[in-house]
C-alpha cells in the first residue's frame, strides 16, 4: 500500500515539476516581451521628442505661413475669442470651404460648420438643414474676399475692424446676407461716422439698396445743403442714373444758378458714355443715358445769357431744342413752345443765405440717432420741401381765451432798457423804465383748423416762419413750438411720458424790412408730444398795424406735428392776424409756431 502511495507521490511531483517549468518558461517569455515592448516605447518616445526639437529648431527659421502647429495651443488661449482666432488662422479641424469672389480674384477660405451655424440661420440651414449644401468647396460669387474675411472674423471672434468706407458697405451686404444684424448694426454706425461730401452719393445709394431709410435720408439732406460741393466731387461722375434724377427732383438745392446743375448732368453723362464704351461726342449717345434728365432742369430760371452761354452750347440740346428755350427765356409772351416734357418751373432752386444766417453762429450739436454725424447747425433755407406724413394732433395745455399763470423773471434786470427807440417805432419812456419781464404773460395759442395737415421731417435743420400784425401795441416776450413725436423707424408712435431728448432752437423777430429785432439760441430738456417755450433775449416793442415775422430755426432730427391753424386770433382783446403775404415766400410751416408769448401794459 505504501509502495503504491509512494509511486503516485513521485508521479505527481514529476508532474508539478514539469508544469512548473513550463509555467516558468511562459513567463520569462513574457517578461522578455514586456522589457522588449518597454524598450521600444521608451526610444520612440526620445525618437519622438528629438524629432519635436528638430522640428522646433526648424520651425523657428520659417515663415509664419509654413509654422508647425504647437500641440498645446489650446493652454495658452485664455478666451473663447482667442481659440477661434487661432481656428480661423490655421484651418485646423475645417470641415467646409468656400470659394469666394469671381475669377481671377477668387479664394478658398476654409470654416467650421458649427462656428458658423451658431451665428447664422442661414449657415444653419445650408449645413444641417434639409437641402443642405452638397458642394465643397461652395461657391460665394456675389461677395468680395475681403468682405467675407472679414465676416468670418467676426464670426470666430466678435471683432470687426473696419478700414474703409467701401469695406463696410460690402459687410454689410454680408452681415444683411447672413443675417447678423448686431453685425449691420456695427456697419452703419461706420458710415454714419464716416459721412462726407466726397461719400454722400455712394452712401445714400448703398442706404437706398439695402433699405435704411434714417441713413439715406441724412445722405440726401447732405447732397441738398452742400450741392456745389458735392457736385465738384469727382465721385459725382460715379453715381447711378437713379440718383442724378433723384437730385434732380428737389425743390431746393444749394446751387449758384441752375446751369452748376446742367454742367454736371453733361460731365455725369460724359462719364456714362465712356462706361458703356460709348462715344461721349454723340449727342444721340450723350441723350441715351440720362433718361429724363433735361425735362427736370428749370432752363426758364437762366437768363439769356447764362443760358446762351452755357446750356446753348452743350451738345445735350438739339438746336431746335435751343432756341425754343431760349426764345421762351427772352420773352414770357412768345409763341414759340418749350420742347415737349421740358420743366416750365421758373422758381429758383437757389438759396442765397440770409443776412440773419449769416450772423448765427454755428455750433456742434452731437450724435444722431445710431452712429454719428456731427454738423454744424445753420439755419436752413426757407421754403426746403421735406418728406410729410399724416398728422398726429398735439393739444397745447394752455387756453388762448385765458392768459396764463403770472411768472415772473429774475434773470430779466436792466434788458428792458435797452428796447430800441427807432423812427418808425416810438417806445414811451415809461415803459423803459418797467421791468417788463414781471409783468404778466399771455399767451396767443392759434386754434387749429383741421387735424388732417402733415407733419414735418426734419433731417437736420428746419425752419418755420409766420407773419401777423396786431391791431394795439403789445411786447413779444417769446414763442412756443410742438416738441418732437417719438417714433420709431417704420414711423409708429408710441408716448413715453418720462422720455426726454434734448431740443436745440433758434428764433428771430424780423420787422416789415427783415431787420432783426432780436433773437436767441435756445438748448433744453424736452418731453415727446409736448411744447416748448423759447424767451427772446429781450423783449421787443412791437406797434399796432404793423408787419412783423418771427421764426424758428429746429435743429434736431425728427418728427414735429403741424397743424393748419386759424388765420384770426383774439386774445385779451387784442387782435392777431397772421400769415400775411404769400405762402413759402413770407411764412413756410407756419403751424409750428403754435403760440406767441407777449405782455402788454
Known amino acids: 500500500m505504501s509502495n503504491g502511495n509512494s509511486k503516485i507521490s513521485s508521479n505527481w511531483l514529476a508532474k ?147 478700414g474703409s468706407f467701401e469695406l463696410a458697405c460690402e459687410l454689410c451686404y454680408c452681415a444683411k446676407k447672413y443675417m447678423l444684424p448686431f453685425l449691420v448694426e456695427e456697419c452703419t454706425k461706420f458710415l454714419w461716422s464716416d459721412l462726407s461730401l466726397k461719400k454722400a452719393c455712394r452712401a445714400y445709394e448703398f442706404a437706398k439698396l439695402f433699405e435704411e431709410p434714417i441713413l439715406m435720408d441724412k445722405c440726401m439732406q447732405i447732397i441738398c445743403s452742400k450741392t456745389d460741393e458735392v457736385l465738384k466731387e469727382s465721385s459725382w461722375e460715379e453715381v447711378e442714373q437713379g440718383t442724378v434724377l433723384t437730385l434732380l427732383d428737389q425743390e431746393e438745392l444749394y446751387v449758384s444758378s441752375e446751369t452748376v446743375l446742367f454742367n454736371a448732368l453733361e460731365r455725369w453723362a460724359k462719364a456714362e458714355c465712356n462706361r458703356k464704351s460709348l462715344d461721349s461726342s454723340d449727342p444721340k449717345a450723350l441723350r441715351s443715358v440720362i433718361g429724363n434728365a433735361l425735362t427736370k432742369i428749370r432752363f426758364l430760371n437762366l437768363t439769356p445769357k447764362e443760358f446762351a452761354e452755357g446750356p446753348g452750347k452743350s451738345a445735350l440740346l438739339m438746336q431746335e431744342e435751343a432756341f425754343s428755350i431760349l426764345m421762351n427765356i427772352s420773352s414770357p409772351n412768345s409763341k414759340v413752345q418749350m420742347p415737349e416734357g421740358f420743366s416750365m418751373n421758373k422758381v429758383s432752386r437757389s438759396k442765397a443765405k440770409s443776412d440773419s444766417d449769416r450772423a448765427f453762429t454755428p455750433v456742434s450739436i452731437g450724435p444722431l440717432g445710431v452712429g454719428a454725424y456731427a454738423s454744424p447747425i445753420y439755419p436752413p433755407p426757407s421754403n426746403l420741401i421735406m418728406p410729410v406724413r399724416r398728422s398726429f394732433s398735439m393739444e397745447c395745455p394752455h387756453n388762448s381765451a385765458s392768459p396764463a399763470l403770472f411768472v415772473p423773471d429774475t434773470n430779466f434786470q436792466e434788458e428792458n432798457r435797452e428796447v430800441q427807440n427807432r423812427e418808425s417805432q416810438e417806445v414811451p419812456n415809461e415803459i423803459l423804465i418797467t421791468n417788463i419781464r414781471d409783468r404778466p404773460k399771455f399767451y396767443c395759442l392759434r386754434s387749429t383748423l383741421s387735424r388732417n395737415a402733415q407733419d414735418c421731417r426734419n433731417y437736420d435743420v428746419m425752419d418755420s416762419s409766420v407773419t401777423f400784425t396786431v391791431d394795439r401795441n403789445i411786447f413779444i416776450l417769446g414763442v412756443q413750438v410742438p416738441s418732437q413725436l417719438w417714433s420709431t423707424s417704420d414711423g409708429e408712435l408710441y408716448d413715453f411720458a418720462d422720455v426726454t431728448y434734448t431740443e436745440v432752437l433758434y428764433a428771430h423777430l424780423l420787422d416789415s424790412d427783415g431787420t432783426r429785432l432780436t433773437y436767441t439760441h435756445y438748448t433744453t430738456k424736452a418731453h415727446f408730444r409736448d411744447s416748448v417755450e423759447i424767451s427772446f433775449n429781450r423783449p421787443v416793442y412791437i406797434q399796432k398795424n404793423k408787419l412783423y415775422k418771427v421764426g424758428v430755426v429746429f435743429n434736431k432730427p425728427g418728427w414735429y406735428p403741424n397743424n393748419i391753424c386759424a388765420q384770426r386770433i383774439n386774445c385779451e382783446n387784442i387782435s392777431f392776424t397772421y400769415n400775411i403775404g404769400v405762402n413759402g415766400i413770407d411764412y413756410v410751416r407756419d403751424g409750428l409756431i403754435r403760440s406767441i408769448v407777449f405782455t402788454y401794459r
Not at 513550463?22 to 522578455?32: Q, V
Not at 523657428?60 to 482667442?82: F, G, H, N, Y
Request: proline share 5%; net charge negative.
Open 16 to 162: 508539478w515539476q514539469k508544469s512548473q517549468e513550463k509555467w516558468d518558461s511562459e513567463r520569462l517569455k513574457a517578461t522578455t516581451k514586456r522589457k522588449e515592448r518597454d524598450v521600444s516605447i521608451e526610444c520612440d518616445s526620445r525618437t519622438a521628442c528629438n524629432e519635436l526639437e528638430d522640428l522646433d529648431i526648424r520651425a523657428s527659421k520659417r515663415p509664419r505661413s509654413e509654422m508647425v502647429l504647437p500641440c498645446d495651443w489650446q493652454v495658452t488661449t485664455q478666451k473663447i475669442a482667442q481659440r477661434g482666432q487661432y481656428l480661423l488662422e490655421t484651418g485646423q479641424w475645417s470641415d467646409c470651404k468656400f470659394i469666394v469672389g469671381q475669377e481671377p480674384h477668387q479664394q478658398i477660405i476654409e470654416g467650421h460648420k458649427v462656428f458658423l451655424a451658431m451665428s447664422s440661420p442661414v449657415f444653419e440651414a445650408m449645413f444641417y438643414g434639409a437641402m443642405a449644401e452638397k458642394n465643397d468647396p461652395i461657391p460665394i460669387r456675389d461677395v468680395q474676399p475681403e468682405a467675407f474675411k472679414a465676416l468670418m472674423e467676426y464670426i470666430y471672434t466678435d471683432r470687426v475692424d473696419l
